[in-house]
């Protein structure tokens, strides 16, 4: 369990999977940046089952520095779980969120400060650019902000990843959400209350590789519609009265061809084109609700969201498995 004593003001949540390349340097930055506060802070590193060193350098770096908290899940649960696992530790009134792979600046964070301030629950930071990502990986994540913007509830902020600074009601209530499928950007959107962006320009990685190949980023994207909203259910009454609508106009061309001309179209191909396009839509609507009846299944087990195996503070070890089926 996180120390009773004096909460700190910030909390810096940073999930890692095998970040052993870039962690000391991102630790160092992101200390640099706090010793500038003045206030107090903790740097919360959770490592979610990384096969490399990372778990051996937050040991040694949660031991030389009292103000850094490292904790270790049982296994990999995904990167938005582990960013839950950071959430319930960090015990800061203000926690700010990023990636251990310096692609997101922690120099935002006096700025994000400021802001915050003005009594501004969320401060997101909206990208301008994307140094260092591939022209398709640009593409596909514009395309998939500004689908997921359309589909969505209430849509999260375009071209804003989970890098932002939250209040302590904000991390309250996400801690006591108990989705298992967590979405945490549009977590925080759908909560509301007071939430402005800083704009800043997104580096390349520092070291290592990134752990969003295109089909994690897919898996990513998908999450994020079926997490938000059950618009896609809606689609299956598009495709079927457009399906429909195709059907009724080849049945209107066969009977024209009857009545005028005498013969029905011979249409091998035409029928084989129907029952496969027919068959489509139902496979691609039986994936949909399949995907959404799965989350059903896993959200009724009641199972925990993650396990600790164990938490790394001033030198010592607490072991600690999650004790609430509800994820509080």
């Known amino acids: 369990m996180p120390n009773e004593s004096t909460p700190p003001v910030v909390s810096i949540v940073l999930p890692c999977l095998n970040e052993s390349q870039v962690l000391t340097e991102t630790v160092r930055r992101v ?18 089952g990384s ?28 990167h938005q779980l582990a960013l839950s696992a950071g959430l319930w530790a960090a015990r800061g009134d203000r926690i700010l969120i990023m990636d251990a792979d310096l692609q997101d600046p922690p120099e935002l964070l006096p700025e994000m400060l400021q802001m915050m301030d003005r ?15 591939s022209l ?13 913007a359309r589909l969505a509830d209430r849509p999260a902020p375009l071209d804003t990843g989970d890098f932002r600074l939250i209040s302590r009601r904000i991390r309250d209530l996400l801690v006591e959400m108990p989705e298992r499928s967590r979405y945490i950007r549009g977590m ?43 618009r896609p259910l809606a689609v299956a009454w598009l495709l079927g009265g457009i399906a429909m609508i195709l059907c009724g106009l080849f049945l209107l061309y066969a009977l024209a061809s009857w009545i005028f001309v005498g013969t029905t179209p011979q249409g091998w191909t035409s029928l084989m084109f129907a029952i496969i396009f027919m068959g489509g839509i139902q496979m691609l609507m039986l994936g949909v609700i399949g995907e959404y009846l799965g989350r059903l299944v896993n959200q009724s087990r009641m199972r925990p969201m993650f396990l600790v195996d164990s938490i790394v503070r001033n030198g010592g070890t607490v072991e600690r498995i999650w004790p609430q089926p509800d994820g509080r």
């Open 136 to 148: 398709s990986k640009r593409i596909f994540c514009s395309i998939y902000y500004r689908i997921a």
């Open 188 to 230: 925080v959107s759908w909560l509301g209350f007071r939430q402005e962006p800083v704009f800043y320009d997104r580096d390349a990685r520092f070291a290592g590789e990134t752990k969003y190949p295109f089909t994690q980023l897919l898996s990513l994207a998908m999450n994020g519609i079926l997490s938000t909203s059950v």
């Open 31 to 48: 200390s640099e940046v706090c010793r500038a506060l003045l206030c107090t802070s903790e740097i919360v590193l959770v490592n979610d």
């Open 119 to 133: 009594g501004v629950d969320v401060v997101y930071a909206q990208r301008r650019t994307r140094y260092g990502d």
């Open 51 to 78: 096969l490399d060193d990372t778990w051996s350098i937050m040991q040694r770096l949660a031991a030389a520095d009292a103000t850094i908290v490292a904790v270790n899940l049982s296994r990999n649960h995904g």
